[in-house]
């Protein structure tokens, strides 16, 4: 296993990380179980999660995942010194969580006291918004025309992201967090962020967790040039596209229990001609080198200059075999070339 520093913090993550959402619905406490036993014997020390999940949230399922983290660090409170532990708080929207209301320097002490209570710890080691107060072009909102940036408050918002800071700080004071970041912004997010710890002594953003695939490669190369130089790590989400791109969604084709067989918050937003084209196309790229689909799109992921660590998912453990053994060898030049034609015919296909 490969590991990378997570930007400013100083702390060596390995570059797979463990995602967590399945768990509490897809997976039960013995799935998990399995997954981090196995995860942690090849080496990989950093583990995400969040308060809303498993996905799709839903009131029934909330909290269920750091639930089940929880109960495996109680019964593995020796090693709980190897995980980097990550979770989320959740944005606003969601009526069954502080009754949809927007981050805020109180639901941030209110969110942390919860996710401490569920996993069972005395700290967590990476704690991230899940999502920003404004409307931010992620889920299918990219394109040009979807979202209005001239109707956001500057001032309002940057008030509000220093408020969300100080009471980080109070947590980070308080030994109950050790470092906090950003998941589902923009490269103006972070750096607005960034500015309000220089100018007030607060702590910095040390990463972002993004959307990032070969099928959704929007944050490149803007957001990500943004993050090496400002020492943000870049954590990538589904970079599998939902499952789009192990090819097991072609034709129509839904295999039972799969992602897609199960109603999503936003829809299948991914489920288009060109994403479908775009996939069977890398399909064949990686029959032709003896790799499966899946292999060949988290390898590409880990070989993008500035990326930190892939956050990957399975719903069982042969797949989360052939998604850790992705990062043991990295891509020719003759292969990555063969990619980047087709990347370059479907740039941005959903």
């Given at each position: 296993m490969k590991y990378s520093v997570l930007g400013c913090s100083?702390?060596?993550v390995s570059r797979v990380c463990l995602g967590s959402m399945t768990w509490g619905l897809q997976n039960n406490q013995q799935d998990a179980n399995q997954q981090i036993d196995y995860a942690l014997a090849q080496g990989v020390n950093f583990i995400d999660t969040a308060e809303m999940y498993a996905v799709p949230p839903s009131p029934a399922t909330y909290g269920a995942t750091e639930t089940i983290i929880g109960n495996w660090i109680a019964n593995n409170s020796s090693r709980r010194k190897e995980i980097l532990l990550a979770t989320k708080i959740a944005g606003g929207g969601l009526p069954y969580i502080r009754s949809g209301s927007p981050i805020s320097g109180e639901s941030i002490i209110e969110a942390v006291d919860g996710s401490l209570k569920r996993l069972q710890t005395d700290y967590i080691d990476l704690y991230q918004l899940h999502w920003p107060n404004r409307t931010s072009p992620h889920f299918a909102?990219?394109?040009?025309?979807?979202?209005?940036?001239?109707d956001v408050d500057r001032d309002v918002h940057e008030q509000q992201m220093l408020e969300i800071l100080q009471a980080l700080h109070t947590c980070i004071k308080a030994g109950k967090i050790k470092y906090c970041g950003l998941s589902d912004d923009t490269t103006w997010g972070i750096n607005t962020y960034l500015k309000l710890s220089d100018k007030y002594a607060l702590p910095k953003m040390v990463s972002i967790q993004n959307e990032f695939s070969l099928l959704h490669a929007k944050d490149w190369p803007y957001l990500i040039e943004n993050c090496?130089?400002?020492?943000?790590?870049?954590?990538?989400?589904?970079?599998?596209?939902?499952?789009?791109?192990?090819?097991?969604?072609?034709?129509?084709?839904?295999?039972?229990g799969s992602r897609w067989t199960i109603a999503q918050r936003n829809g299948l937003f991914r489920d288009t001609p060109n994403a479908h084209a775009a996939t069977a196309e890398y399909?064949?790229?990686?029959?032709?080198?003896g790799i499966t689909p899946s292999q060949l799109a988290l390898a590409w992921c880990d070989q993008v200059d500035g990326v930190t660590s892939t956050?990957?998912?399975?719903?069982?453990?042969?797949?989360?075999?052939?998604?850790?053994?992705?990062?043991?060898?990295?891509?020719?030049?003759?292969?990555?070339?063969?990619?980047?034609?087709?990347?370059?015919?479907?740039?941005?296909?959903?």
């Open positions: 100083g702390e060596k909102k990219h394109w040009p025309g979807s979202i209005s940036f001239t090496v130089h400002e020492n943000i790590a870049y954590l990538p989400w589904s970079p599998l596209a939902t499952g789009l791109l192990s090819g097991k969604y072609a034709n129509g084709n839904r295999p039972q399909v064949e790229i990686a029959k032709s080198v956050i990957i998912g399975a719903t069982n453990l042969e797949q989360l075999k052939e998604n850790i053994a992705a990062f043991e060898k990295p891509l020719s030049e003759d292969t990555l070339a063969a990619i980047q034609q087709v990347f370059n015919d479907y740039p941005v296909p959903f």
